[in-house]
């Protein structure tokens, strides 16, 4: 690879960070997921969080096994979240396949497709592009990163000012129309009962994604605080590629300091706050966000529980 591909793709792979949008692992890079007999398993509390181990993404998983204030139980095989299908290897486009998804969502910008590349998908199945707005980080991000300055990159990460901004970017998640109406016609897929299995994912799964699924779960009266938990987990599902990411940008001199980067790769439960707090102030709560923030009608809200909850 030349050095100037070398530079280039350094500088995406940090600018991708602004919000949550880490390129996905190559195949070289990435760490497999422990698992379970059945391929799947991560426990937290009472429930299992079951990821899809894959070589070329790490926060591949599906939302179902939740228990829910009525009783039930989401559904299993129906809905999955995860980070870019972009790196995914021969391998892991047979695994997918073996989904059965019929439909992915893709929530990232044009801007990270250019750097990161299109999902490999199994034969027949195309992403929808659904991109939902980063306020422009992105691209300010790769600028900062490329220059490889450490004062340039100081003023603009450190100092809160990283946190600053993630909390900015979850408040569009709610004041953006453009962002709701992406995020209201995924739901509205899902609840659709003709609509076979669902997949939708950003660039690293944890923010767009973690946000719409929050939403979901949230909406399927699972009760919050193992809403707050699918959102979190996240952290453990990047912790050693996130790592290795700040490390290679330390070797390679891009960076001098690479724990600026730090606030842009976690989930944190203050950004999820940040998001809930704005809901609560424009929509009065979740049900408000859910009606008249989404547009979701109570068909549509009674369809989402009987397709997804057991």
């Not at 003023?155 to 990283?162: E, S």
Request: with cysteine.
């Amino acid at each position: 690879m030349s050095r100037a591909r070398i530079r280039l793709a350094t500088a995406a792979a940090a600018a991708a960070l602004a919000i949550g949008t880490l390129p996905a692992a190559s195949a070289s890079a990435a760490t497999p997921a422990p698992a379970s007999s059945a391929g799947f398993g991560h426990p937290w509390g009472a429930e299992t969080i079951r990821q899809v181990p894959l070589q070329g993404a790490v926060n591949v998983r599906d939302i179902g096994g939740y228990r829910t204030y009525t009783g039930g139980q989401v559904r299993h095989g129906l809905v999955y979240r995860s980070d870019a299908l972009s790196k995914l290897t021969a391998a892991d486009v047979t695994t997918v396949s073996g989904l059965g998804l019929t439909k992915v969502v893709d929530f990232r910008i044009p801007m990270e497709l250019q750097y990161d590349g299109a999902d490999k998908l199994p034969p027949g199945l195309f992403a929808t592009a659904r991109p939902v707005s980063d306020l422009g980080l992105y691209g300010t991000l790769v600028g900062a990163i490329s220059s490889g300055d450490p004062v340039k990159q100081e003023q603009m990460l450190g100092g809160g000012r990283a946190e600053a901004y993630m909390r900015d970017i979850y408040r569009t998640f709610v004041t953006s129309p453009e962002n709701r109406a992406q995020f209201a016609a995924t739901l509205r897929e899902i609840a659709d009962g003709g609509q076979g299995p669902l997949l939708y994912h950003c660039t690293s799964g944890k923010d767009r994604t973690g946000w719409l699924s929050y939403v979901l779960l949230r909406a399927l009266a699972v009760p919050e605080s193992s809403a707050e938990r699918d959102y979190l987990a996240s952290n453990t599902f990047r912790a050693a590629y996130d790592a290795q990411l700040r490390a290679g940008l330390k070797q390679s001199g891009r960076m001098q300091n690479p724990d600026l980067l730090i606030p842009l790769q976690e989930v944190r439960q203050d950004y999820l706050e940040s998001a809930t707090a704005q809901l609560e102030a424009d929509y009065g709560g979740f049900y408000g966000y859910l009606t008249d923030g989404l547009g979701l009608d109570l068909r549509t809200l009674a369809r989402l529980q009987k397709k997804m909850v057991r």
